[in-house]
């Protein structure tokens, strides 16, 4: 891991993790947390700065859903962390659901 690529992972953790996590938490009504699997992370400096805005695509997506009681209900029922995973290989990209986690696997650049 490069400084470059250190530095915005600390940013990340320390800076937007808390404030996405507690918006996440706003539209869930739950103890949902945003998990980025950091190791994805520490060789790829573009999405390291595109992570943020992932984190807040997310959220909005959340925000719409939660906008009624039952969206709100079904969200903090069927969902308690996201994971995000960084990859460049076509073969890894996903999106699922198992076990009220929901895992995004994508080159997030």
Same mark, same amino acid.
């Given at each position: ?6 530095q915005q992972i600390e940013y990340l953790q320390r ?6 996590? =507690?918006? $996440? ?5 739950? !103890?949902? /947390? ?6 994805? @992370? #520490? =060789?790829? $400096? ?5 992570? !943020?805005? /992932? ?6 997506? @959340? #925000? ?10 079904? /969200? ?34």
């Amino acid at each position: 891991m490069g400084l470059k690529e250190r530095q915005q992972i600390e940013y990340l953790q320390r800076e937007v993790l808390p404030t996405q996590n =507690k918006q $996440l938490r706003e539209y869930t009504g739950s !103890e949902a /947390l945003f998990e980025p699997d950091w190791s994805s @992370f #520490e =060789k790829d $400096l573009n999405a390291c700065y595109s992570l !943020e805005r /992932l984190l807040t695509s997310i959220n909005n997506a @959340f #925000e719409w859903v939660a906008r009624n009681p039952p969206g709100k209900a079904v /969200l903090a029922q069927e969902i308690v962390k996201i994971v995000i995973q960084n990859s460049s290989d076509t073969s890894e990209r996903r999106i699922g659901l198992e076990n009220k986690v929901l895992t995004l696997t994508a080159d997030i650049n």
